[in-house]
């Protein structure tokens, strides 16, 4: 059983540039959640995606966005990057009605910015 | 708006020894409350969750956690550690969500990192 799976793990771009990273949740997940990690910090939340809308958006601006697919797999993009995006970015899938609380994260993909 | 302190940094223990990571949290309603840990090139891993009932929670790896209202305390111990144990461990705070289930967003504390000493 596929646990939640995330590309590219390691990426650099540049300030101004737009970048992607993707997310496959764990098998039989309906949800998909966001976080941004800053290095020596907790994570962020960003925002969460169910049946393809966004359901639930934390502190972060419009250059930030997301998708949802009909297969639960998600995209996290971000424009106009600036030096400060460089973090980790975590992808973690639930099941709504699930196990309260019962996040399930990916490795994550490393964003330098530079 | 929700918060979490964790105001241990780094912790060194040595192997075998007893821990109690600290977690304070502020919340305007029940909260809904976990700890996470995370090793390195591994994604964050739930060790426990408390969101009603005994305050005394059992978790996976022989952690325990403690829950305590007048303190607003939530902290994570465990009787005897192992080398293994040592990672970034993290205390969150959330909601049950608009369902009643799943996970909304979650707010994280900074992270304690937990030092194994041989």
């Known amino acids: 059983d596929a646990g939640v799976t995330q590309s590219p793990t390691h990426l650099i771009k540049t300030r101004g540039q737009q970048v992607t990273l993707r997310c496959s949740p764990k098998s039989g997940h309906d949800t998909v959640s966001w976080y941004q990690q800053a290095l020596g910090q907790g994570p962020q939340f960003i925002f969460q995606y169910y049946e393809e809308e966004e359901r639930q958006r934390g502190n972060f601006p419009d250059r930030f966005s997301g998708h949802q697919f009909p297969n639960y797999s998600s995209e996290l993009n971000v424009n106009a990057l600036l030096l400060g995006d460089s973090a980790l970015y975590l992808c973690?899938?639930?099941?709504?009605?699930?196990?309260?609380?019962?996040?399930?994260f990916g490795e994550g993909s490393r964003l330098t910015v530079l | 708006a929700q918060s979490v302190t964790q105001p241990d940094i780094h912790i060194t223990v040595s192997e075998g020894a007893s821990l109690e990571l600290r977690c304070n949290y502020s919340y305007g309603a029940t909260p809904y409350l976990f700890w996470y840990v995370q090793s390195p090139g591994q994604g964050l891993q739930l060790l426990l969750k408390y969101f009603s009932g005994d305050t005394l929670v059992q978790g996976i790896k022989g952690f325990e956690a403690e829950f305590k209202r007048s303190q607003s305390s939530f902290n994570l111990r465990k009787p005897s550690v192992h080398w293994s144990d040592a990672a970034e461990y993290f205390c969150a705070v959330g909601s049950a969500g608009v369902s009643g289930g799943g996970a909304d967003g979650l707010t994280f504390g900074k992270g304690t990192h937990l030092i194994i000493q041989p």
């Open positions: 973690a899938s639930s099941l709504l009605g699930g196990p309260i609380g019962e996040l399930f």
